[in-house]
C-alpha cells in the first residue's frame, strides 16, 4: 500500500492545489485496498479478473487472472465462474444489454434510470443479507 507524503505534496502542487481546492484528501490517507473491502478472499485475483473484464470483454479478465494465478492455486477462478453465470445472461451482451435502449426510446430516460437505482438497490439488500448470514 503506497501512502503519499503530505510534505512532498505541499511542496510541489500544495500552493496550487490549496488555491484551488482540489486537494482530495481520501487520496492522502492511509486505508486498505477497494478490493479487499469487497472481495474477502483472493481480492486482488478476483480485482484483476473483474477489471479486465470490465475493459469490454470477459476473455481479457480470465487472461489476467490465469497472468496472476497461473496455477489456479486461489478461488478466483471458480468465484469468477460462478459470478458469470449470474452476470453474462442479464448484463453482459444479454438482456439488459439489449434492452436499455429501446426502454429509454419508449419510456425516456427518468423511469428506466428509476428502474436501475432500484435493481442495484436490491443486489446491495441481497448482498448486505448474505453477508450479515455469513458473520
Known sequence: ???????????????????????????????????????PDAWFERAIAEMGQSMG?????????????????TAAPSAFGYKQLLHEPFMGGGLWTSMAIPLVVIHGGMPVFVLSAVVIAAWLLVLRLLRKRRA
Open 1 to 39: 500500500m503506497g501512502l503519499v507524503d503530505r510534505q512532498f505534496l505541499y511542496s510541489k502542487l500544495g500552493n496550487q492545489l490549496k488555491k484551488r481546492g482540489i486537494v482530495n484528501f481520501s487520496a492522502i490517507l492511509p486505508r486498505p485496498p477497494p478490493g479487499s473491502l469487497q472481495l
Open 57 to 73: 470483454v470477459t476473455a481479457t479478465g480470465l487472461l489476467l487472472l490465469r497472468a496472476v494465478d497461473p496455477e489456479n492455486e
